[in-house]
């Protein structure tokens, strides 16, 4: 005859144990899971291996390992009192063999959050919990749950150490391994039945989800806007910014400075020169060994990246992938629902206001995130007085030719429509930069290649190295033989602008290949070496004097002798003797 009352309080202590030991668990392994998926390094990983170690012991050894630890003779042990024969020894048997199975999922599931996410959380105005709960949480929450439920079936079925550690009060599993050896297999179809039963209905429990209401019904919205959506006001003139800022990532050393001067700033250079990192630092993401960074009359090196009040697009957009466009302009404390239907208007998202970052091209994705960063950083109140500073991570990197110039167009007209903005961009594009920037900052290997004003960069760039990473090619010697006049060699010459160079100085020169036009009264007679068509027009390798030259034109033209015009101010020139031989492709470690 089956004793119900026996099977009743195991089944009860079984279930209570598991639960108990389950919300322990995920107490610890939920951020021990988030620890281990963001660190790396020897202890991580040694930390790593621990946190398996159950999964290899098998479980009786877990039980006399525990014994050894929390056993009434052990000094742990008689600290807590004992947990032997008792409800806390169980739970403390389960929790040690079921833990692995959350953390590791918390770890996996921490470790597919793309970190670029909580980074713009934190520049949205989000502290490290809020991202912590709003962000990464939630976004790893389902493998998480999965976690958890393994975790408690593991609990809830485990035998070995819960035999060695707390015979009493029977567990279901005790239980039935006492039932059986005293009345055989008979006596087990009534414990089975509350068994299957329990783990069926936890089962059951965890796959259940409630019928699906209104699409997307959960979301967070702005509430309506009481006035008519218009534009952030800004300043009339924008706050200059200043930084000088050092960090080192292993072997890569940057040093980066810019002097307060102008409102649009380029930051231009090859992969790997510390572009991203400079932009990271003036956020706060990242440690500065030292850094200043200054915003008119605010000091914001101090400031953690939530009080910086800093818009940031990063290259990837990093819009939640689980909020709609409308929740994306929701999700930065104290959003202004007027300006967030302004910004929708003026970027042309009108009517895509419930649809998920999945659902949306490319362009416009790049348009909620650059709205996201223009809400935070021109709408008092959400960054504190407005601080009008926008960061752009080679925003248009991803795009096609024909949407990147017109999301171009779309930002310049942006820059135009708020005076007050401040905005730096980062780039390998030197189309890009010099149509969004009027002061243009070089950057290679982690130092400044040379910095300034546009048109003085192009005019004279520091170096061969600095005219190529401004489109140059082709590169050739040349002398002096009047201030605004270069010798070429073979009897040609070439007439420059700019800074007057001393007659007779050795110099490098170059001509950007847009600049370059056949014409056939040009001033310039050159041949065409090579010609290779390229959609309507063609590029081509001309020579002119000793010199070659790369240009883009129109039409098919044959090689052969031609004439050809080249403006003044298209002529890029720097001394000879500090020309530096730096590839723009020039590998480097990639902050």
Do not use: N
Request: aromatic residues 6%; positive net charge; proline residues 9%.
């Amino acid at each position: 005859v089956a004793d119900w009352p026996a099977i009743g309080r195991a089944v009860l202590v079984s279930v209570a144990s598991a639960s108990v030991a389950s919300a322990l668990v995920a107490a610890g392994g939920i951020p021990l899971g988030f620890l281990l998926a963001r660190r790396r390094g020897r202890a991580a990983a040694a930390l790593g291996v621990l946190v398996q170690l159950p999964l290899a012991l098998p479980p009786l050894a877990s039980g006399i390992l525990l014994l050894f630890l929390l056993g009434p003779y052990a000094p742990l042990g008689r600290l807590v009192g004992g947990v032997t024969d008792s409800f806390a020894g169980i739970v403390c048997a389960e929790a040690f063999v079921a833990a692995p199975f959350l953390v590791i999922a918390a770890r996996e599931g921490f470790a597919g959050v793309d970190p670029a996410l909580e980074d713009v959380a934190a520049t949205l105005g989000h502290a490290p919990g809020a991202r912590f709960l709003r962000v990464s949480l939630r976004l790893a929450w389902p493998t998480i749950r999965a976690g958890l439920l393994l975790t408690w079936l593991r609990a809830f079925g485990e035998f070995g150490a819960t035999v060695m550690l707390a015979y009493h009060p029977y567990s279901l599993p005790v239980y039935t391994f006492v039932a059986f050896g005293a009345d055989g297999l008979p006596a087990m179809l009534p414990v089975l039945a509350p068994t299957l039963a329990a783990a069926l209905a936890v089962l059951f429990l965890a796959s259940w989800r409630p019928r699906a209401r209104a699409r997307r019904s959960w979301q967070p919205k702005l509430p309506a806007p009481r006035r008519v959506a218009s534009l952030p006001s800004a300043a009339a003139e924008a706050q200059h910014l200043a930084f000088d800022v050092t960090r080192r990532a292993g072997r890569f050393a940057l040093a980066c400075a810019w002097a307060p001067e102008g409102r649009r700033l380029a930051i231009i250079g090859a992969s790997g020169s510390g572009k991203s990192m400079t932009l990271r630092l003036l956020c706060g993401l990242d440690p500065a060994a030292r850094g200043m960074v200054r915003l008119g009359g605010r000091d914001l090196g101090p400031l953690p990246p939530e009080r910086r009040g800093i818009g940031y697009v990063p290259q990837s957009y990093a819009l939640l992938p689980d909020r709609t466009l409308r929740a994306q302009l929701a999700f930065p404390p104290g959003a202004d629902p007027a300006a967030a239907e302004a910004w929708i208007g003026r970027l042309d998202l009108a009517g895509l206001e419930d649809r998920l970052p999945s659902e949306l091209s490319l362009g416009q994705q790049q348009r909620v995130a650059l709205a996201r960063a223009l809400l935070r950083t021109m709408t008092p109140g959400v960054a504190g007085p407005g601080a009008g500073l926008l960061l752009l991570d080679e925003p248009f990197s991803a795009l096609d030719a024909p949407l990147r110039r017109r999301l171009r167009l779309l930002l310049r007209g942006v820059q135009a429509a708020l005076p007050g903005l401040v905005t730096v961009l980062v780039t390998h594009d030197p189309d890009e930069a010099l149509l969004l920037a009027d002061f243009l900052l070089v950057l290679h290997e982690g130092r400044v290649l040379q910095a300034g004003p546009a048109a003085s960069l192009l005019a004279r760039p520091a170096s061969a190295a600095v005219a190529r990473l401004l489109g140059a090619e082709f590169e050739a010697p040349g002398q002096m033989m009047a201030p605004d006049r270069i010798a070429l060699g073979g009897g040609a010459s070439l007439a420059v602008a700019g800074p007057a160079l001393p007659v007779g100085a050795t110099v490098g020169w170059t001509v950007r290949r847009g600049f370059v036009a056949l014409r056939p009264d040009g001033a310039y007679p050159a041949e065409i070496e090579t010609a290779a068509p390229v959609g309507a027009g063609c590029e081509l390798v001309l020579r002119l004097g000793d010199a070659r030259l790369a240009a883009l034109v129109a039409g098919r033209p044959a090689p052969g002798p031609c004439r050809i015009d080249i403006p003044a101010e298209a002529v890029q020139v720097w001394p000879a003797e500090i020309t530096t031989e730096i590839t723009a492709a020039s590998p480097g470690p990639r902050p």
